[in-house]
């Protein structure tokens, strides 16, 4: 794999001007956009401490999105150099910088690395909780697609080491703001179901788009084992669980955000019709800002949960207070 990379790469001489655009493009500073994944973990524990950013918090904030930003941009820099044999198999991602040989391949591993060295830097300053996550981040993108581990290629594994990115977006945000609240695991796990509901879509739209199974596995190993079937399978149980353990954060947390739930289904329910849509937004969701539908509905959803956090509505826990006396309670009584 990597000598056919180096072995296009001498074929083809790039003008220097082309080159330095090419490695700017690979880091794929638009897709910066699924930082706001980092924001619910900013909001939470404001939200429960019923405080305001401090100006510490501020600057820990902005040090921190830089920081994420870095890291991110060095797993893609390192998913465009190995991904590039096979994104030559793919009607769209054969345009991508690398697979049409513009990159200097020894330089494009100094910047994979030199971006993680910047990002983990800035992560130490702003504090250990924060470091931790950043270097999980890293960390899941040589997991995802460095060999011989490599889990893009493992089917459902690679929704699932891929998705847990957005859990550990909600911790670095989380740990911008404070190391006094421990992150509850089923906010957590309802994050991470929620990313492998989007990815698994993604997976569908790019399967049914490519249309041949054999053309689909050339491209992507994990093909080898999904058919539509499957994949859809593997949505309605992401989301199942996405939603189970949002009701549990909810319940034990904040009843008020079950008002939400309506809100947050519509995104879901949009998201899933835009999966079967000829060249989907949901393969590119860096471009998903060019569905005004979808992006009213998320704003609308998102204004809802931020409401709903910082403003108590009392009656909610009276409609959903137990209306049935447990066994034990009713036999001995309740002193």
């Given at each position: 794999m990597y000598a056919e990379v180096e072995q296009t790469q001498a074929l083809i001489v790039v003008p220097r001007f082309t080159q330095l655009r090419a490695h700017l493009a690979i880091a794929r500073l638009d897709h910066s956009i699924k930082n706001v994944f980092i924001l619910p973990g900013i909001v939470i524990p404001l939200s429960l401490l019923h405080v305001r950013p401090s100006g510490l918090q501020i600057r820990h904030i902005a040090l921190g999105f830089v920081s994420a930003t870095l890291i991110a941009c060095?797993?893609?820099?390192?998913?465009?150099?190995?991904?590039?044999?096979?994104?030559?198999?793919?009607?769209?991602?054969?345009?991508r910088p690398a697979a049409r040989g513009l990159v200097h391949v020894p330089l494009a591993y100094a910047q994979w690395l030199l971006m993680m060295v910047a990002g983990m830097t800035i992560a130490w300053s702003i504090g250990p909780g924060f470091s931790l996550a950043a270097g999980a981040l890293w960390v899941m993108g040589c997991v995802y697609n460095i060999s011989p581990i490599r889990t893009k290629d493992i089917a459902y594994l690679d929704v699932l080491t891929e998705s847990i990115n957005n859990p550990l977006r909600m911790l670095m945000g989380w740990y911008m703001v404070t190391t006094i609240l421990?992150?509850?695991?089923?906010?957590?796990?309802?994050?991470?179901?929620?990313?492998?509901?989007?990815?698994?879509?993604?997976?569908?739209?790019?399967?049914?788009?490519?249309?041949?199974?054999?053309?689909?596995?050339?491209?992507?190993?994990?093909?080898?084992?999904?058919?539509?079937?499957?994949?859809?399978?593997?949505?309605?149980?992401?989301?199942?669980?996405?939603?189970?353990?949002?009701?549990?954060?909810?319940?034990?947390?904040?009843?008020?955000?079950?008002?939400?739930?309506?809100f947050i289904a519509l995104v879901m329910t949009m998201y899933f019709n835009l999966a079967f849509n000829e060249d989907s937004a949901v393969q590119h969701p860096e471009k998903l800002y060019r569905q005004p539908a979808l992006m009213a509905a998320t704003v609308l959803a998102s204004l809802v949960i931020v409401v709903l956090l910082y403003y108590n509505v009392p009656w909610i826990g009276k409609v959903f207070a137990p209306s049935i006396v447990p066994l034990h309670t009713a036999r001995f009584g309740c002193g």
């Open positions: 060095s797993n893609y820099v390192i998913n465009e150099i190995l991904d590039a044999p096979f994104d030559r198999l793919h009607p769209i991602k054969c345009t421990v992150p509850p695991a089923s906010v957590l796990i309802a994050y991470w179901m929620l990313g492998c509901y989007f990815m698994a879509l993604k997976r569908f739209s790019e399967y049914s788009e490519i249309g041949s199974k054999l053309a689909a596995s050339a491209y992507r190993r994990s093909f080898q084992r999904y058919t539509e079937k499957t994949l859809l399978g593997s949505v309605v149980f992401y989301a199942s669980v996405a939603m189970l353990m949002l009701g549990v954060f909810i319940m034990r947390y904040r009843i008020e955000l079950i008002l939400a739930i309506p």
